[in-house]
């Protein structure tokens, strides 16, 4: 249980509080562009007054990381199992704020999303994670190239398969070297159903579910390693969009059946180019 | 700027804290069917010490809530717009631990991730602040049911609409009277691209970003109106999911290309009967 603070460290925090209120303040402003504190519902700046955002981000290990993350996918599901082995990792490094999360609220993120097969929710627990970490236009580069990393790699990843086989996982459900398939897609539908297609077992599976766990877990891995890179600054985008979205997009986004400009995710999986232009 | 708190007021904080240390640890016990707690990387339970999960809900307005994510979606995009928009009602109404909240973890999910038009931000934002406040299992089923009432619905609501043209928004970019479509989907990829076919709009249209600033404030009001009704007993799940799921899960959820169980999103979008089964 967590020891109760002294007055001492009370009265200390207090005033560390007034000096980050002033800088969350100037923050907030800044990446709002200057409306955030306009009118009666701006942004909460509330906890401005305890933690300026973003929250202290300190190296992790890839490893820790991957295995709290494996762990608690079995605690709380994909979503949880990411954002929690994370923050849990930035509480036991850093400490406060990260002590002061709920990490409950992903829970809802499993399946893709209450079940319904939309994000993966590995993918968006760990960007919940990026964006407490790195200021808004950071984040949504490092978010991008997740994702996109997310749709070309094998999962479960073979550091993974191997951990399983050898018993290094703090859960050890499952030590069968489960098949990799690529997901091309950062659907969590898409991902299982592809997975479930070529390995022959069902989404019941607990099969299934130890490839999730193994995916969560390298998932959570790569976060720490782009965040890592982000913080020694050499962190490099490097992925691209499949041809198709190029391809598609040079008719599709300037004005021919509009679509939402900047999606990157394969137009083949969902369009057929012959199909979908016949009818 | 937040007053600080009396040492007095410091005390009873801290003999509160005790007391919630308990019944968070007992609760998180249970909701993680009794194996959170064990081992190093169980969930954290810092926050248990400060605020125990759910944090407290207090029944909002529809239509205040509505206001603050519209103009909330200008201050950050759709996700931090739908959850700042009601973590920041919540923290006028309760106070702490909602002031604490770091909303700004949310600015990654516009354009359904980094623009990757995976799922809808105003939704994801939403799911996050019920999660925040429900227990998983009832937060589940009303992640869920917002979900399926997005899919059938029409955007932007006429409460929306008509706000805009009689300038009752707390911004008034665009007073102009949206074409209103259903989505059919939980997709922000699919929710706007049908949009803009049917309305002609260009994705990177200042009408395009209204009305997903409408959508974002309609979305987080039927948040509100389902956790009041959750609060005061009432609310019941009624979304049936199309007939597409139930009749193509009816082989393909037994064995025949497994897909993921309980996936709810319409089959018909992406797949093609006659196509697909040929090739």
Known sequence: MKRPITRKEFLAATAKSVAAASVGAASVTLLAGGRGQIGRVGPITGQAAVHSWPWP???????????????????????YGAFNGLVSALAEVVGEPFTLMPTQLTYFGGGGGAGWGTLCGALNGSAMLVNLVVDRTSANTIVGELFGWYTVVTFPSDVSNDYAERH??????????????????????????????????????????????????????????????????????????????TGCQSCHDIGIGNVQSGVKMDCNQCHRQKWDHLY
Not at 59 to 70: F, G, I, Q, S
């Open 168 to 245: 290094q996982f703090l859960v050890n459900r499952n030590d069968k070297i489960l098949l990799q398939t690529v997901s091309d897609s950062p659907l969590c539908h898409v991902s299982v159903s592809s997975w479930c297609t070529h390995s022959g077992y069902r989404a019941a599976a607990a099969e299934r579910a130890e490839r999730c766990a193994r995916l969560t877990g390298d998932v959570a891995a790569k976060t720490v390693e782009m965040l890592n890179q982000f913080k020694d600054g050499t962190f490099r985008a490097t992925f691209v969009a499949a041809s198709s979205v």
């Open 57 to 79: 981000y300190a190296k992790l290990d890839t490893e820790d990381v991957r295995k709290r993350a494996h762990k608690n996918y079995y605690d709380g599901g994909c979503c």
